[in-house]
């Protein structure tokens, strides 16, 4: 099983940027299709990127498409998610993801996860 660890969030304004880190271990990453999640107090996981394990491949919801985008470095076992333009409601707990096989949008398919990086953004 995969060990995944976020980094990078923080408190930032409106329109300003951040970018996610989340480091891997226990298995080669090429191996898993990875995603990015989050969940702010009383709503469900929601999903907000994903990437094939070549990284050839994302996918992004249209609430945060073209201002996010999900990347990966194999070779350093780590995935990215840069964020630009940020609004109050991407306001999240945020979490990587990873599993075995291909990619989907549904927290529940995915088998490892990391602890969640806080991201607060104000007006």
């Known amino acids: 099983q995969v060990h995944l660890v976020e980094s990078g969030g923080g408190l930032v304004q409106a329109g300003d940027s951040l970018r996610l880190s989340c480091a891997a271990s226990g298995r080669t990453l090429s191996s898993y299709a990875m995603g990015w999640f989050r969940q702010a107090p009383g709503k469900a996981r929601e999903f907000v990127a994903s990437i094939s394990g070549s990284g050839r491949s994302t996918r992004y919801p249209d609430s945060v498409k073209g201002r996010f985008t999900i990347s990966r470095d194999n070779t350093k076992n780590t995935l990215y998610l840069q964020m630009n333009n940020l609004k109050p409601e991407d306001t999240a707990v945020y979490y990587c993801?990873?599993?075995?096989?291909?990619?989907?949008?549904?927290?529940?398919?995915?088998?490892?996860w990391g602890q969640g990086t806080q991201v607060t953004v104000s007006s």
């Open positions: 993801a990873a599993r075995q096989g291909v990619v989907t949008a549904t927290p529940s398919t995915f088998d490892s």
